[in-house]
């Protein structure tokens, strides 16, 4: 196996990983979306008002 080889395989891995977390996220199962809310959007939330304070 060549390493364009091995870049595809990594690529296709990481893609499925990506859709199979965001499809889990849109389940709504056992409050899984609630918990993808807190885990994912409460950090960026922060990160956003960190990034956006307008120092006095």
């Known amino acids: 196996m060549d ?4 870049t595809v395989y ?5 893609f499925s990983v990506y859709e199979a977390i965001d ?3 849109n389940l709504d ?3 899984l979306y609630e918990w993808n809310d807190l885990l994912f959007a409460g950090p960026a939330r922060s990160i956003e008002r960190f990034l956006s304070y307008k120092p006095k």
């Open 29 to 31: 199962w056992m409050e």
């Open 10 to 14: 990594a690529f296709l891995l990481a």
């Open 3 to 6: 390493w364009r080889e091995k």
């Open 23 to 25: 499809y889990a996220g």
